[in-house]
């Protein structure tokens, strides 16, 4: 059975950094593109990052220069560093992880950028 699980969220202050994990694994297909979305209270999920298999990266406007995503294929695992939130990046991050042909999506992780 395959699983996505988030980890790593929290509450932090703004400018502070979060690493979110996304640990994929039960496929008989390797893990290929993943990405890591989001969604605030009252808003549809957006695309914060995302990863091809070979590595090409692509972001949103709002988190480049501040978020960046990485992968361990050994482990099958993405990660997402975040770093200068600010309040706007509050939400609830979920990891999208596609093997072969099927997606799957984790739980998600909350992440609260406060003072």
């Known amino acids: 059975q395959v699983q996505v699980v988030e980890s790593g969220g929290g509450l932090v202050q703004p400018g502070g950094s979060l690493r979110l994990s996304c640990a994929a694994s039960?496929?008989?297909?390797?893990?290929?593109?993943v990405g890591w979305y989001r969604q605030a209270p009252g808003k549809q999920r957006e695309l914060v990052a995302g990863?091809?298999?070979?590595?090409?990266?692509n972001y949103a406007d709002s988190v480049k220069g501040r978020f960046t995503i990485s992968r361990d294929n050994a482990k099958s695992t993405v990660y997402l560093q975040m770093n200068s939130l600010k309040p706007e990046d509050t939400a609830v991050y979920y990891c999208?992880?596609?093997?072969?042909?099927?997606?799957?999506w984790g739980q998600g992780t909350q992440v609260t950028v406060s003072s």
């Open positions: 039960g496929s008989i297909f390797a893990l290929n593109d």
């Open positions: 990863i091809t298999l070979g590595g090409h990266t």
């Open positions: 999208n992880a596609r093997f072969g042909v099927a997606v799957y």
